[in-house]
């Protein structure tokens, strides 16, 4: 499969009277734009606001982060099976929106989470406060079942998304890379199969409202495990429905982007063969994670690997998927490395999961999410505060009079995400 | 009968109020979720087997105060040592998770509630699709 993504660089959003992409400013109709967002019967009020990188803004609680694509030559379109038609995407041309994002925010339940500064120490944790953030502020009707309106407020989201990106349609990209990956045929061929085999095992929460993701439209939850081009991720074949764990959950934008696949695609061929993508889930039923990691095994097995990347997406409950994978991999002869992260407690000295092994010998961190942080107070909060006091790692007082928080990493979005997203390392 | 081939134990008034004419539900009113696991892990002992897992979702324990595990209604005679080991590791991570400190709003507790709720009826397709238990 043979992807070009040609990158156009967007250095502001401003409102105006048209939505266009000018001078690398994406200009906002918001009447125009909230449109169809505001055509869904179950959502009440709806408008846009503008973060800029720097700016004295918190943006609470978020839902999901998006990056507006547009595919403009090859078979299908962007979010296939949710928002395009169902067929398969990864080859031809995609244009991306590169600096930009469409942010969704609005509490979905009494304890969503989620915070994104755009300055100060917060924004150092988050990947999303160096974006142009086009954040949709959405409240549903009165009486909304939870199900109902986190189902409304992802499809508004990716609506939106899908709208901009088809802005980029004739533009000239800034800057264009090509991503290819070779069939199972041609990595058994010179130069690749002088390397070793290396797939990339990558989990997705699938357990439960608010906890969900799919893939090109299928509920992950009720598959098994199965194989996926490396390119069809930067179409949008895997979106995310999941608004817990705000540090270590894949937003859509992480899916569109994600590290591991980048890494491995440009060391194929010099110092590995990337030979494929598995995705797992991680269920509630017992059998259903016995299940999907013995497949996950025997996926690998079949490709012949040497060795696996394992991402998690979660916490606590994944945390046994984590290691179920990890030691089937392992007892198949696939060396393997785990990206997690952890909850160590405050002072990082307990046990940071859920699950160990032995044979989890090589694990890459993404840090402590239980670490607490103080938060300086922002001018201006998108979103509402209402519930910081009950995201996840905040704690009653929180939320102090100045306006600043004291909370744990976790209430971060993507501050210890599991796919080694985060622009603080130890490297 | 599916309704007699599992039980699920909970402290979740919402999870009782909808399943209980259709499973066999034990629920424990007033009861925290330590409560609910540490009565899972005794039916353990017992030959009792867990079918879903006891950390069920990514709500902390810190935060979320209800628990539900799905479990055969029917036990065997030796202990199940796969349902043992997530049981213990499961009260590991919540007995070492901080106490919760704050009460919440009534409609707080009831999207906890529903969530909870979703989590075990995710389940529910996999537990109907199963033969034996």
Redesign the interface.
Known sequence: MKLELGYIDIKGIRFGDHNAVEDHVLVVNPEELLEPVLADPLIKTAHFEIANPGESIRITPVKDVIEPRVKVEGPGGIFPGVISKVHTVGSGKTHVLRGMAVVTAGPI???QEGIIDMTGVGAEYTPFSKLHNLVLVMEAVEGTG??EYEKAARMAGLTTAVAIGELARDLTPDESVVYETPTIAEGYQEPLSNLPRVGYVMML???????DTYVYGVDA??TISTLIGATELMDGAIISGNC??AC??NTTYHHLNNPVIRDLLEAHGKTLNFVGVIITNE???????IRSSDWTAKLAKFLSLDGAIVSQE???????DLIMNCTKLENNGVKTVIITDE?A?ADGK??PL??ADDLADAVVTAGNANEMIVLPPMERVIGTLNFV??I??G??GSLREDGSIETEL?AIMGSTNELGFNRLSAR | MLTSSFQILTNNPLVAESFSERFHVKFFDDANDRDVLRNVRDLVHLGYRVLTAPLSGSVKPWETPYRSVMMTSDHGDEVDAFSLDIMERALAVIEKSKDRPWTYTPSVLYDFQVIDLSLIESALPSVEATGRL
């Not at chain 1, 929460?205 to 906890?211: D, E, F, I, P, R």
């Not at chain 1, 269920?283 to 994670?289: G, M, P, T």
């Not at chain 1, 979660?314 to 046994?320: K, L, R």
């Open positions: 339940v009494g304890f939870q199900h929460q699938s357990q439960g409202l608010l906890h939850k009720r817990v764990s270590d959950k269920n509630v039923y017992l059998a259903d994670k979660g916490f606590g409950n994944p945390d046994t909850y407690g307990s046990q859920a699950d006091n009950k996840a790692g704690h009653d976790q």
